[in-house]
């Protein structure tokens, strides 16, 4: 998921190139106060744009409210409205944030699904709330502003926000939604961000945030399964017996695989790529 800046018109339009699965025009953290509104006409200049034609999806983070009922006043106003797949909001404090947010869109002709951005203490403890939420679609976890809301200082091993992380995934699994891991600030450092991007993957996250369009490679190899867990996971569903769920448990290679396992083998096939997972045995 690759945030733009909603005040650099080229950028804007270059994104969709970098390869993300989303990408995200910010109108919040990444615009100076003194530029929103020229951010957010050049977002909706954008979005409107017959030639602007993305293949992916387009997603808009606005300000918190009531600043971000002026982002929605210019952004989902005539043509460019229709070219908004999402809305992705900040500092997700509660359910009621959620639901405000796409109240306020629906208002405006469109029912948009919410990326609920949780990145303060009480978006942490709300959550599961957040993601129960009927307009949520993902949860994404922000480590750089919850550390400033904590009075927490970064550190490169995290272990100042792991609650946090950690608490993100349970909440967005138990809501039924994705789970989307935070950034991570070193642009240059590639070795850096492949590592945590494979940490992210390891606690059960479906994605990751970008900040610079060649962050997005990398985080996509990072959080595609390697070609053993794949081979693995190909093993166990092959092997499956017809009547698995009466069996309960069977055994490939020596280990005893039983519902658990085999959820987790299908859900290693969900996240690897089709070629590989359509090549013969």
Known sequence: MLFTPGDRPSMLRKAPAA???????DLEDAVAPTRKDEARRA?????ADPEFDPDCEVCVRVNPFPEGRTDLEVVLDGESAASVDALLLPKASDAASVTDLAAAAADRGRDLPVLALVETAAGVLAAPAIASAEPTDALLFGAEDLAADLGATRTEEGTEVLYARERVVVAARAGGVDAIDTLYTAIDDDRGLREDAAVARQLGFDGKLAIHPDQVGTIHDAMTPDRDRIEWARRILDERPDD?????????DGEMID?????????????APEDFVSEDP
């Open 19 to 25: 390869g993300a699965d989303t990408v995200v025009f």
């Open 43 to 47: 977002v909706a200049e954008t979005l």
């Open 244 to 252: 698995a769920e009466g069996v309960g448990a069977f055994e490939v």
């Open 259 to 271: 519902a658990p396992l085999l959820r987790q083998a299908e859900r290693v096939l969900e996240r």
